[in-house]
């Protein structure tokens, strides 16, 4: 515990009493407090209660003091001082328990105060004149009591002591007594207390990728705490003997601060992805695909009638920033976008676009036959619209999935990564990307057939191929 002197200023509830005795003398005064209080150093609830008499020259008080500690949480303990000794400091009498803390609970304590009484008495002996050296009990300091027939005797006299032992010395004529007058309950004193706990607060708890956050431990002992982060596939030693820790946040974690007595806090930090960083959709552009091959007119079924193309490609160098400190030091990440180039050119092949063309004269409404204007129509959704069912609508639910600027924005690398070959594996990696939304951009099965309305899906006629037949 802690030592008497700091426990003797903590005075929190204080009684004076005011003893009077049967014996002629002036009246004492005896004070009684008690505490408690959460000990940040031993980490425990500290209870205590002190008994403090003021001394005359007639009567001597021995302090004590019984003291019970109990909490909200089921906690109890006591100590009781049965005799003066085990609770005696001199001038005063101290008890002490202590309990361990269970945040929010509450912790009472309670001195019962008491003193053992001891006094001196003098007295002539009348019936010893000149020199009398043969002491006789003619008042009875020998016994414990008064005998009955004494104190029935008004010419008896006898000194009632209240316990035992007592001290005589004989010195003639006179007789002193140093006599045990017993315990005396003086009264009680209490007091309570919420159990003061430290805690872990991370301020803000959730934050884009890339903003700083502060933690704090407050309350007892948060200037010893020592700190760690565990998270994002790491774990980062933080600094010892401070009640703060703050830097940027790239990784979602657990934050924990270690404080006096081994009580580990721990607070969650939420990290979110940044706004604005997904890439945005190329728009569809009328124009020439180098990969497409028409021949005109043309000729049956395995005619291509239109082509679209997603192309795509990462532009520019980058390179990963470390964060400096507090709980992700030491991990990388992107502080800016990567630049990526995309379009997505589509062709519908000459003789449909050109309803004039001969192709499309011999498509005759009539006879079973799809009309040039339907024809061109479905052509060019098949290949750029953005509603379901086109190749364009494919390269949009696949650039959703397989966004660069989402998975750029994502990317951190732990203490332990090396930097270059962690910028080297991203761009990788959105290569991939890149090729993955290619292919499912020129996925044919999910779609209708130029023939058919490509948003109904019903059948407008068949296609009329050279040698062309006639309709009459």
């Known amino acids: 515990m802690t030592d008497s002197t700091r426990l003797i200023a903590r005075v929190t509830v204080v009684f004076a009493i005011l003893i009077a005795t049967s014996i002629c003398a002036r009246a004492q005064s005896v004070s009684g407090y008690s505490d408690v209080y959460y000990d940040a150093q031993f980490d425990w609830i500290a209870g ?45 009498a101290w008890a002490g328990r202590d309990a361990p803390p269970t945040p929010g609970a509450t912790y009472t304590v309670t001195a019962y105060h008491y003193v053992d009484v001891y006094y001196t008495y003098g007295i002539l002996d009348p019936g010893c004149i000149g020199g009398c050296f043969d002491w006789y009990d003619a008042y009875g300091y020998t016994m414990d009591l008064c005998s009955p027939e004494c104190k029935a005797d008004p010419n008896c006299f006898c000194v009632d ?72 596939g790491a774990t980062v030693s933080g600094p010892s003997a401070v ?64 082509c679209s193309s997603y192309l795509g490609d990462v532009v520019g160098q980058f390179s990963a ?71 364009y609508a494919q390269y949009l639910a696949s650039l959703e999935s397989n966004n660069f600027g989402s998975y750029f924005e994502a990317r951190v690398a732990t203490p332990q990564e090396e930097k270059e070959l962690f910028n080297q594996a991203t761009r990788a990696e959105l290569y991939n990307k890149g090729n993955k939304i290619w292919f499912d951009a020129g996925i044919e099965p999910t779609l209708y057939d130029p023939n058919y309305n490509q948003s109904t899906g019903q059948f407008q006629g068949f296609i009329n191929y050279p040698p062309y037949a006639t309709c009459q």
């Open 161 to 232: 002591v209240w316990g035992t032992p007592i001290h005589w010395h004989w010195y003639p004529p006179m007789i002193t007594v140093f006599a045990y007058g017993g315990e005396k309950y003086l009264g009680e004193s209490t007091d309570n207390t919420q159990a003061e706990y430290p805690v872990l607060a991370c301020n803000p708890g959730s934050v884009p990728r890339g903003s700083d956050v502060t933690c704090t431990v407050s309350g007892p002992a948060s200037h010893s705490a020592s700190w760690s982060f565990s998270g994002g």
């Open 48 to 92: 205590i209660g002190v008994t403090l008499p003021d001394y005359s020259t007639l009567y001597y008080y021995d302090p004590k003091v019984h003291l019970a500690l109990s909490g909200t949480d089921g906690f109890f303990d006591s100590f009781y001082c049965a005799a003066a000794t085990p609770c005696n400091y001199g001038d005063y």
């Open 321 to 391: 920033t470390t964060v400096p400190n507090g709980p992700n030091s030491g991990f990388a990440y992107y502080t800016s976008n990567v630049n990526i180039s995309q379009s997505f050119p589509w062709q519908i092949h000459p003789d449909v676009n050109n309803t004039q063309s001969d192709f499309a004269q011999h498509q005759y409404v009539n006879c079973g036959y799809i009309s040039a204007a339907n024809l061109k129509t479905n052509v060019i959704w098949h290949e750029s619209s953005s509603t379901p069912r086109s190749h």
């Open 243 to 306: 009640d703060t820790w703050s830097g940027q946040m790239v990784v979602s974690g657990t934050v924990t601060a270690t404080v006096t007595g081994n009580n580990s806090l721990q607070a969650g930090v939420t990290v979110t992805a940044r706004t604005g960083w997904a890439t945005p959709a190329t728009g569809p552009q009328n124009g020439t695909v180098s990969r497409c091959a028409f021949i005109s007119p043309p000729p049956d079924t395995t005619a291509t009638l239109g």
